[in-house]
């Protein structure tokens, strides 16, 4: 089969995937505002606490710091990188060097330093998984054990504490009642979205994703669109542990972890697909909603972590499942 031959058979698969998941697009993002729905019912009528003022903000700023992660790792999903399991060694690098070069070069500097360094991992990643062709999982796995031992090993693994209240006053202030955190993190959400959506960045990440070789035949960078998306993700979470420093004003070396875990599960059960090529910000951002309602629901109705955990790892499997059946569907 020749190149032309190969792409148009690309773009008539491409053709009839679009037009199975628009069908699909409206039935998942329905039946996710109905789960949505759902868990806010039965939180209000399970727990007089759910539905407070006071909880919502709670959870609101709970979702700040992991959604400013899930805005990066939809680049990943998307562009096909599967996952970066790197997360909590780049937030534990945001949140400890952004607090412990603080008396050194004052709270700003450490900060941009500490998200330098973090997007720094991104980038070896992005070179051994978009240049080299190390798997994903193995690459960032890899990365993020050698990361979280060097940052273990600067600070003796012992926890570090600000010495600037003016930092943690800011990230705890408020605008128009809105916790600035989360303010920071709906203008990353928005800047993510118009950067997927609307630029070439973006269709280059969803053209990678949804068929390499064709891509790659069409000139697309696809290797630094891949290296990219990882990029963009350690940048993500290196600028989310800063913030998760600054507001706790302290900070471990292990206090990033999980966070990978809650961001591949905001995203993939928002819709969008594992195996590359499909997803947005906004499903990416309902995912998470979804999540963190459903997981306050059960943190207030006493349920333990391990079962927390359990529920958690259903929706990922299920969520993975109905992706791989309907790309299968919409393809056949």
Sequence with gaps: MTDIAAMGQTTKDATRFSQGSRMVGMLSRAGLTLAILAVILYGSLANPVFFTAGNFVNVLMSMSIVGIVVVGMTFVLVVGGMADLSVPATIACGAILSLALQPYIGPVPAFAVA???????????GVLVGYVGINPIIATLGMGTIVLGIV?????????YGTDPSSADFVKSRILGVPMIAVIFIAIAILGNFVLSRTFWGRWTIATGGNYSAAQASAVPVRAVRAGAFVITAFAAGFSGGLLGLTLQSARPLVGQGYEFSAI???VVGGVSIMGGFGSI????????????????????GVRTPIQGFV?????????????ALRKRGVA
């Design 115 to 125: 998200v330098l360094l973090a997007g720094l991992t991104g980038l070896v990643n």
């Design 152 to 160: 273990q090993a600067a600070v003796g693994g012992v926890i570090v």
């Design 265 to 267: 599960t905001a995203v």
């Design 282 to 301: 906004p499903r990416a951002m309902a995912g998470l909603v979804f999540v963190q309602l459903l997981t306050n629901v059960m943190v207030l109705q």
């Design 312 to 324: 958690l790892g259903l929706l990922i499997a299920g969520a993975v499942a109905l992706d791989i």
